[in-house]
């Protein structure tokens, strides 16, 4: 047995002098929000979003903020991203045939690492100004602009995914081949503060993931109806502004082209279509006038005709906010119950497709 102090050199790991981290072994953490803040400034600043389509001009300033935390670990060679980041766009625009100018915000108040896969919630206000302009601007800017910068986050996301500014230091210290990997030595055993590093991050994204589940505050809901009808015209009720006036005996107004908006029961729901296929399908952007500025549900109506003169139609609504802004917390069951009291059999009742 060997004494104390001695033995086989080729045994004992040794601390290296140089202090290096070789091909990225042990836990290793970056601070990525200055990086965050550049990347997403050069990605979300100057875009045209409206170039006079329906005489208006429309496009992104600068990155008003960017807060939070950002950062990337690194173990073993894989890249662990971490961020939770709230962001804030002054955007502009002018219509020059009233003439107006004006101004606003673009909010992204939640963009983090555990929802990746998702695109995140997108506010827009106007500074200022209520009035119908500004409200057409601002419907367009979310129409228009909101995919325009949701494919630049989504850009941000996937290079956050790849190392971020650790990516040109990753791919210099990658692990060599199975082939050399086998004749290399074993790597040291990584440290106890190493070891600490990593259960602590483990701690924190988990707490991140409970946290984001008590902040939902959204809900959806799915309906099916049957009518007694043809698809088409079915589908020519809910595309017709004279129509909905008559059953709803309110205000509407309606456009039938993709990206058009609507205004119903006299101004109290809004939005705009997303997609539009005649007699199968309408997606739409949706919102209650009562609900926090800039919060939209996503509808579509699926239109189904399984035999001639029998239509049934599957509705989803997403992301329908639990509250209203006034606090109260019956916004789901109120836009539930209105689907089917207030406009499903509405148009039984009225047009006579059955009960």
């Given at each position: 047995m060997a004494k104390l102090g001695e033995g086989d050199k080729r045994w004992i790991v040794e601390e290296r002098a140089d202090g290096a981290n070789v091909h990225n072994w042990h836990w290793s953490e970056r601070d990525c929000l200055d990086w965050s803040r550049s990347l997403l400034s050069s990605l979300l600043s100057d875009l045209q979003i409206l170039d006079g389509e329906g005489g208006l001009y429309i496009r992104t300033k600068s990155i008003d903020?960017?807060?939070?935390?950002?950062?990337?670990?690194?173990?073993?060679?894989?890249?662990?991203?971490?961020?939770?980041?709230?962001?804030?766009?002054?955007w502009e625009?002018?219509?020059?045939?009233?003439?107006?100018?004006?101004?606003?915000?673009?909010?992204?108040?939640?963009?983090?690492?555990?929802?990746?896969?998702?695109?995140?919630?997108?506010?827009?206000?106007?500074?200022?100004?209520?009035?119908?302009?500004?409200?057409?601007?601002?419907?367009?800017?979310?129409?228009?602009?909101?995919?325009?910068?949701?494919?630049?986050?989504?850009?941000?996301?996937?290079?956050?995914?790849?190392?971020?500014?650790?990516?040109?230091?990753?791919?210099?210290?990658?692990?060599?081949?199975?082939?050399?990997?086998?004749?290399?030595?074993?790597?040291?055993?990584?440290?106890?503060t190493a070891t600490k590093t990593a259960a602590a991050t483990e701690q924190k994204e988990k707490e991140k993931k409970e946290k984001k589940k008590s902040k939902e505050g959204f809900k959806n809901i799915s309906l099916t109806e049957k009518f007694y009808c043809r698809a088409r015209d079915l589908y020519e009720i809910l595309m017709d502004e004279n129509r909905w006036k008559g059953f709803?005996?309110?205000?509407?107004?309606?456009?039938?082209?993709?990206?058009?908006?609507?205004?119903?029961?006299?101004?109290?729901?809004?939005?705009?279509?997303?997609?539009?296929?005649?007699?199968?399908l309408i997606v739409q952007k949706w919102r209650s006038g009562s609900w926090p500025d800039g919060l939209y549900s996503s509808v579509k109506i699926v239109f189904d005709e399984p035999e001639p003169g029998v239509t049934i139609i599957k509705l989803t609504q997403t992301d329908i906010p639990?509250?209203?802004?006034?606090?109260?917390?019956?916004?789901?069951?109120?836009?539930?119950?209105?689907?089917?009291?207030?406009?499903?059999?509405?148009?039984?009742?009225?047009?006579?497709?059955?009960?």
């Open positions: 903020k960017v807060e939070g935390e950002a950062y990337v670990n690194v173990r073993k060679g894989k890249v662990i991203p971490g961020y939770e980041l709230s962001i804030k766009l002054a625009a002018e219509a020059r045939d009233v003439p107006l100018k004006l101004s606003g915000l673009v909010e992204v108040p939640y963009l983090a690492d555990e929802n990746a896969g998702e695109d995140p919630e997108l506010k827009v206000s106007v500074r200022d100004d209520d009035g119908p302009v500004a409200r057409r601007i601002k419907d367009a800017m979310l129409a228009k602009g909101k995919p325009i910068i949701l494919e630049k986050i989504r850009l941000y996301v996937d290079a956050m995914s790849k190392g971020g500014p650790a990516k040109d230091e990753l791919d210099t210290k990658k692990p060599p081949s199975n082939a050399a990997s086998k004749a290399a030595p074993a790597p040291a055993p990584a440290p106890a709803t005996q309110s205000n509407a107004r309606l456009s039938r082209e993709v990206g058009g908006q609507f205004s119903l029961f006299d101004g109290s729901i809004t939005g705009f279509h997303e997609e539009l296929q005649e007699g199968k639990e509250e209203d802004k006034y606090g109260n917390s019956t916004v789901v069951e109120n836009t539930e119950r209105g689907w089917r009291e207030l406009i499903f059999h509405k148009i039984r009742a009225v047009f006579g497709f059955g009960i």
